[in-house]
């Protein structure tokens, strides 16, 4: 059987095709259960159009979580959010911030801790990287005003994971003081970006 090839626009209009099934996808089976059929039946593509854009369902899924990060970043930035400025301060970024653990966006808020470590193994040479994580902050440090001249990213980057992390924890914290923990976690990173 001859290999298709796609022509630049198609092989985009697919990829986003895919990309944007995922998500509900994830919402409803959970990392474990959505399967390549299923994205694949929901995009509305053949199996093999899929394994011509990803090695396997971990590649697609890495792929899921930083489109589903830039889609979080659009929201941000949206006209909606900035009304009309051209930057935005310490309260709008707190509502961005919770934002990434709020289901209607995350994807964070699906993905156990162990769907990612599964991830992780699966995909050896995906690591934090601290220059993409510059410039994704410097990105949206443009959009804020009164932030800190000694803004440390790293430190606000691993800050910014903590609570995610404490968020997609929540079954083993105690649940009375649970969103006084992730208000307490999201007030520090303000403390850092802010001055």
Same mark, same amino acid.
């Given at each position: 059987?001859?290999?298709?090839?796609?022509?630049?626009?198609?092989?985009?209009?697919?990829?986003?095709?895919?990309?944007?099934?995922?998500?509900?996808?994830?919402?409803?089976? &959970?990392?474990? /259960?959505?399967?390549?059929?299923? =994205?694949?039946?929901?995009?509305?593509?053949?199996? &093999?159009?899929?394994? /011509?854009?990803?090695?396997?369902?971990?590649?697609?899924?890495?792929?899921?979580?930083?489109?589903?990060?830039?889609?979080?970043?659009?929201?941000?930035?949206?006209?909606?959010?900035?009304?009309?400025?051209?930057?935005?301060? +310490? %309260?709008?970024?707190?509502?961005?911030?919770?934002?990434?653990? %709020?289901?209607?966006?995350?994807?964070?808020?699906?993905?156990?801790?162990?769907?990612?470590?599964?991830?992780?193994?699966?995909?050896?040479?995906?690591?934090? %990287?601290?220059?993409?994580?510059?410039?994704?902050?410097?990105?949206?440090?443009?959009?804020?005003?009164?932030?800190?001249?000694?803004? %440390?990213?790293?430190?606000?980057?691993?800050?910014?994971?903590?609570?995610?992390?404490?968020?997609?924890? +929540?079954?083993?914290?105690?649940?009375?003081?649970?969103?006084?923990?992730?208000?307490?976690? =999201?007030?520090?990173?303000?403390?850092?970006?802010?001055?």
């Amino acid at each position: 059987m001859p290999i298709r090839v796609f022509k630049e626009e198609e092989k985009e209009s697919l990829k986003l095709k895919m990309l944007q099934a995922g998500f509900p996808l994830l919402q409803k089976y &959970g990392m474990t /259960h959505t399967s390549v059929a299923k =994205i694949t039946e929901a995009a509305g593509i053949a199996v &093999g159009t899929f394994y /011509h854009f990803f090695k396997n369902k971990e590649e697609y899924m890495y792929e899921l979580i930083r489109f589903q990060r830039v889609n979080g970043i659009r929201r941000f930035v949206s006209p909606d959010i900035l009304e009309g400025k051209r930057k935005v301060g +310490r %309260d709008e970024a707190k509502e961005f911030l919770k934002s990434m653990t %709020d289901k209607r966006y995350s994807i964070y808020a699906y993905m156990t801790l162990q769907d990612e470590a599964a991830l992780m193994s699966k995909l050896p040479n995906v690591t934090p %990287d601290i220059g993409h994580e510059k410039l994704v902050a410097a990105r949206l440090f443009s959009y804020l005003e009164g932030i800190r001249k000694d803004i %440390d990213v790293a430190l606000v980057a691993n800050l910014i994971k903590l609570y995610v992390l404490a968020a997609q924890s +929540r079954d083993i914290l105690h649940p009375s003081g649970l969103e006084k923990t992730l208000d307490f976690m =999201i007030e520090s990173i303000l403390d850092q970006i802010f001055e």
